[in-house]
RNA sequence: GCCGUUGUGGUGGAAUAGGUAGACACCCGUGACUUAAAAUCACGUUCCUUCGGGAGUACCGGUUCGAGUCCGGUCAGCGGCACCA
């Protein structure tokens, strides 16, 4: 019979659905396995190849681990809020909801047409009301406990999607979709405290099975740094709090530097002679984009404040205070003390201003560059800091700014709170209502889901108000708590909302009471393998994780972290490895190579692509390479006539040594190895034939790999029930082993040629044997004639030193 | 600049713990089958060679009986952060 791929390929995933084969039972006698993938982002262009990588990768493992026996729950859904879907509606004039319907579709059939194991029963999508009352009831949560709060700031405006951003959705001063310019803008956003677990979410990393890069990558965008809090008098009275790392270097602050935006700068302009040059300063840094401000980092500017002196705490010196926008307003306190001896920039700054620059560590040439090394100097010019170490320094003089109480230890970090509330349509409505009398008002809870208005136009203002804010129906309410008149909350959650706590969805996605039920929630916690993308590590990675212990203080989820083990897939590239892009027109459709080669070739092409988190290129040669591979097993298992029910002398050892490496390798993400253990042993099976019992374990060990193939010839041969479903092969370690192994032998550390040996020679005897050997004994006259060492690595290789 | 990561044939990539470098494929070449092509099968395929061998895992050096693997330095690519005080 001819391998028809579309016509197995299409009967047994119709059968897998029909019969919810990889149906996952919440409790029961078998352990569990929770293996999860990043949901996508159901676009209008349909899955692409990068999807398949990690998605095939997965499914691989769930296969697997189900044959082992363990129950294992795969699920997949939609991440379909968002800005793409909004954008297309707007421009087709179709509703996002009518768009996302469509796009779900093409993913489910794409999904499915790539045979992928999934729970298909537990399917969920973020824009389904059920699914979102519960965004929205963690957010009330979140709201009740002042978690999340409202406040004017300066945030991330995306110039073309009309749109504010978190921190993390800017990538070098633009947008990290759109990649148009960001500007700041003042405006009252709605905030997610989740600087309140920054230490947790670095301590908890600890004893996590997560990339050490994704972890560093982690710690260092919540970027947590020890030091000191400090308060400088001034000449005008007030006194200007900075934070430092270094206070250890105090006696050499020589100036002052606030941020632009600094309150006090406002605060003391009447008395300060320079108001003009002041104001048309900040005028200057606050028209400034992010992108900007990156680009103009060489050249230090900044305006002297006249009229107004600091004055440093351990020696009483007055110094001059500037503003720069090199200090930021939203790190530490938005003012620094500058030691130009040892910091590059305040060094930088100093020499242009012709500021003064006081060693107060030996050890460098502070005339040339700034000194910065903290291990190794020693304390000058300090007073009673003179002569200690950096380490021993900085604990000196914090104990005495606290005896003072000038100062004290201080502890910062780089992570902002998450700027969560977006002006768009297409997202998650905020569940609060704005009464004149009570202020800003929850929605009771029995109120949810609150949906979105079914409209007719959703177009972006251009003040800078969601859509919704035009709706005055929906817009105009009554408060909760007084019943007086009161107006909704016209913005939107983000797309980061939904995908932060999806994974808990998934283990009970049909329960109307909770988020999932607390049995539910306590058999399947935590997700056991979680892979994802590389580019998600401090967005979708960092914020699940903080929802998730949010969660855990409230009782809900009985886990303190949500992921037991993450891993991270390189992209795939285009031919030649460059990146795909419609653009370059080099785009692979997955749906046409399942076309041309079937769901099995695809799947086993992508695993076999190469290192599974490296960038791979794609090369349409080598999937006709997989595809032969699939034929030869074909033919192979065709010509199979037998009834054995054992391993032949001939196979035996092959079979128990592919058993224990494809077991081994699929659990390390090795699929590529994997594979190339079982094209080996199909090349030797051409070779030497393939019984009935040797055929089964074949299949099996193709099953996770080549589903559909494997299912039908298990069901033509007759073997019983599911091979997808059936026991996995065991292996006898000592089967494994090779009766007779071919030695290296090396001539003073060089290869020079193997030796036949039986296995486990002693070394004596395999020294001997070597020795023996004609061929070893010509390679010897050649370089001398004394064997003068010999050593011997048993089963593996003889080294003979020969003078 | 800082943090992380990677450099292996014409190509994708193999090589637990230092122990035969190039598994498994792709491409290419030769042959078989065919009227022919495709497909399939067989053989070859790191480079140099006076056919004895020699060189070789980005580059320079070190440790070792032995280094793709460990150590020091240099160069290049990729990813992240980017005035974080």
């Known amino acids: 019979m001819?391998?028809?791929?579309?016509?197995?390929?299409?009967?047994?995933?119709?059968?897998?659905?029909?019969?919810?084969?990889?149906?996952?039972?919440?409790?029961?006698?078998?352990?569990?396995?929770?293996?999860?993938?990043?949901?996508?982002?159901?676009?209008?262009?349909?899955?692409?190849?990068?999807h398949a990588r990690p998605y095939t990768a997965m499914d691989v493992i769930a296969r697997k681990k189900r044959m082992e026996g363990y129950n294992v729950l795969f699920p997949m859904g939609y991440d379909a809020f968002g800005l793409p879907t909004e954008n297309y509606a707007i421009k087709n004039h179709i509703h996002p909801r009518t768009v996302t319907e469509r796009n779900v579709g093409t993913f489910r059939s794409q999904l499915q047409a790539l045979g992928y194991s999934f729970d298909w029963d537990r399917e969920v999508n973020t824009t389904d009301p059920s699914f979102f009352k519960w965004t929205q009831w963690i957010f009330l949560q979140m709201f009740k406990r002042g978690l999340a709060y409202k406040a004017k700031m300066p945030v991330n405006w995306c110039t073309s999607c009309k749109c504010v951003l978190a921190n993390e959705e800017v990538v070098e001063g633009v947008c990290e979709r759109c990649g148009s310019p960001v500007v700041r803008k003042e405006r009252s956003q709605w905030m997610l405290g989740i600087t309140k677990y920054a230490d947790r979410l670095i301590d908890d990393l600890e004893g996590l099975d997560y990339p050490e890069r994704v972890k560093t990558q982690q710690i260092n965008w919540i970027g947590r740094s020890y030091g000191a809090q400090v308060r400088f008098g001034t000449t005008l009275g007030d006194d200007i709090t900075v934070f430092t790392t270094r206070p250890d270097t105090l006696f050499g602050a020589t100036y002052m530097v606030l941020s632009p935006e600094h309150a006090l700068v406002q605060q003391w302009m009447p008395h300060l002679e320079n108001a003009d040059e002041i104001k048309a300063y900040q005028a200057l840094a606050a028209a400034k984009s992010d992108m900007e401000r990156t680009e103009l980092s060489k050249e230090k500017t900044g305006v002297c404040l006249k009229g107004v002196m600091g004055i440093n705490p351990v020696n009483g010196k007055e110094i001059p205070i500037f503003i720069s926008d090199y200090v930021l307003a939203t790190y530490g306190t938005g003012a620094i003390m500058a030691v130009p001896a040892h910091d590059t920039r305040d060094w930088e700054f100093a020499k242009k201003f012709g500021l003064p620059i006081v060693e107060v560590i030996a050890g460098g040439d502070v005339e040339q560059a700034a000194f910065t090394d903290v291990t190794t100097g020693t304390l000058v010019n300090s007073g009673f800091l003179d002569g200690m170490s950096v380490a021993q320094a900085k604990k000196a003089i914090v104990a005495w700014l606290e005896e003072k109480g000038i100062g004290e230890a201080k502890k910062n970090f780089k992570l902002r709170d998450w700027v969560f509330s977006r002006q768009r349509y297409w997202g998650e409505p905020i569940p609060v209502v704005h009464c004149e009398k009570c202020g800003t008002v929850a929605l009771p809870e029995s109120e949810l889901p609150l949906l979105l208005p079914d409209v007719e136009s959703y177009e972006l203002t251009d003040d800078g108000e969601s859509p919704l804010a035009s709706i005055t129906d929906w817009v105009n309410t009554t408060c909760p708590c007084c019943g007086g008149p009161a107006r909704r909350e016209t913005d939107t959650m983000p797309q980061w909302a939904g995908s932060s706590w999806y994974y808990l969805r998934y283990m009970d996605p049909h329960n109307d009471q909770a988020l999932a039920s607390p049995e539910a929630l306590k058999y399947w916690s935590p997700v056991d393998w979680y892979n994802g993308g590389m580019e998600h590590t401090t967005l979708h990675l960092l914020y699940s994780r903080f929802w998730h212990k949010f969660l855990y203080d409230l009782g809900v989820v009985p886990t303190k972290e949500p992921y037991a083990k993450r891993t991270s897939h390189g992209m795939i590239l285009g031919e030649g490895g460059i990146k795909m892009s419609k653009s370059r027109g080099n785009v692979i459709n997955p749906t046409d190579v399942i076309r041309e080669f079937g769901a099995d070739t695809m799947r086993t092409y992508i695993m076999f692509i190469g290192d599974f988190e490296k960038p791979a290129s794609w090369a349409s040669n080598s999937v006709k390479g997989c595809k032969r591979f699939l034929d030869k097993v074909w033919s192979l298992a065709e010509s199979v006539e037998d009834r054995e029910t054992q391993y032949s002398k001939a196979n035996e050892n092959m079979m128990h040594k592919t058993i224990r490496k494809v077991s081994s390798d699929i659990e390390q993400l090795k699929a590529n190895t994997a594979l190339a253990q079982l094209m080996t042993l199909v090349n030797q099976m051409g070779e030497k034939g393939c019984n009935r019992a040797e055929l089964k374990t074949l299949l099996q060990l193709l099953s996770p790999f080549a589903p559909h193939m494997a299912d039908e010839l298990w069901e033509q041969k007759g073997f019983e029930g599911i091979c997808s479903v059936s026991a996995w092969p065991a292996y006898d370690e000592a089967k494994c082993k090779d009766a007779e192994l071919t030695i290296a032998v090396q001539i003073n550390g060089k290869t020079k040629g193997t030796v036949q040996a039986p296995a486990d020679l002693e070394r004596e005897a395999l020294a001997q044997l070597v020795q023996a050997d004609e061929r070893i004994q010509k390679a010897i006259a050649r370089v001398g004639t004394n064997v003068v060492k010999t050593i011997v690595v048993p089963n593996k290789l003889v080294n003979l030193i020969v003078k």
């Not at 001819?2 to 659905?17: C, G, P, V």
């Not at 919810?20 to 692409?48: D, N, R, W």
Request: no cysteine.
């Open 2 to 50: 001819k391998y028809d791929f579309t016509a197995i390929e299409a009967k047994w995933q119709k059968r897998w659905l029909e019969q919810s084969l990889y149906k996952a039972e919440t409790g029961g006698e078998k352990e569990k396995f929770y293996a999860l993938i990043e949901f996508p982002f159901p676009s209008g262009v349909g899955l692409h190849v990068g």
